[in-house]
T-cell receptor, first 112, second 115 residues
Framework: DQQVKQNSPSLSVQEGRISILNCDYT??????FLWYKKYPAEGPTFLIS?????DKNEDGRFTVFLNKSAKHLSLHIVPSQPGDSAVYFC???????????FGTGTRLTIIP | DVKVTQSSRYLVKRTGEKVFLECVQD?????MFWYRQDPGLGLRLIYF???????EKGDIPEGYSVSREKKERFSLILESASTNQTSMYLC??????????????FGSGTRLTVV
């Protein structure tokens, strides 16, 4: 049972434009949502997170939006840069539970 | 610079061998995790540990075991390697109460091929 889903396996965006990565979840008990970025042959690195009491969190070029009623979150990258080309994973957890449940990932390619 | 170190980047093992994957963290984190990453399946949790000598099964523990004798070290053991265990293995750690919001720190991964 895939509790966290990323339905787009890949996405291509022109450099300088906005990249929007989407993630859906089924467990309404999740309290925290996170995005990770992964380059080939490296471990994932933490990008940004949001708690379920918020609907938006920003960090520089990265903004995460949470729509609890739709059980949907998205990551916006503006402007997109070539170094943003990577696989992005969304993840979720419950308060007090250290385990993260990951989605299947979206490969983002930024076209120069 | 804080880090999680996995002992091998690439490993090739034969079917039936006992395989040890080692992970060491220098952040004094309480929690440590082993995930595997496969195309189209994302990251799936194998085992985790929230304290020395403590372990809990994740979503796909079959065919694996773990050992945590010291706080900084978490080992994944493939009792009898099989070809369906060919994968990228990722170790991670987190501080108690922080993993859910501040996330994990991951190692660089071990690409294991079982032939």
């Amino acid at each position: 049972d895939q509790q966290v889903k990323q339905n787009s396996p890949s996405l291509s965006v022109q450099e300088g434009r906005i990249s929007i990565l989407n993630c859906d979840y089924t467990n309404s008990m999740f309290d925290y949502f996170l995005w990770y970025k992964k380059y080939p042959a490296e471990g994932p690195t933490f990008l940004i997170s949001i708690s379920s009491i918020k609907d938006k969190n920003e960090d520089g070029r990265f903004t995460v939006f949470l729509n609890k009623s739709a059980k949907h979150l998205s990551l916006h990258i503006v402007p997109s840069q070539p170094g943003d080309s990577a696989v992005y994973f969304c993840a979720a957890s419950n308060f007090g539970n250290e385990k993260l449940t990951f989605g299947t990932g979206t490969r983002l390619t930024i076209i120069p | 610079d804080v880090k999680v170190t996995q002992s091998s980047r690439y490993l090739v093992k034969r079917t039936g061998e006992k395989v040890f994957l080692e992970c060491v963290q220098d952040m004094d984190h309480e929690n440590m995790f082993w995930y595997r990453q496969d195309p189209g399946l994302g990251l799936r949790l194998i085992y985790f540990s929230y304290d020395v000598k403590m372990k809990e099964k994740g979503d796909i523990p079959e065919g694996y075991s773990v050992s945590r004798e010291k706080k900084e070290r978490f080992s994944l053991i493939l009792e009898s390697a099989s070809t369906n265990q060919t994968s990228m293995y990722l170790c991670a750690s987190s501080t108690s109460g922080g993993g859910g919001y501040y996330g994990y720190t991951f190692g660089s991964g071990t690409r294991l091929t079982v032939v």
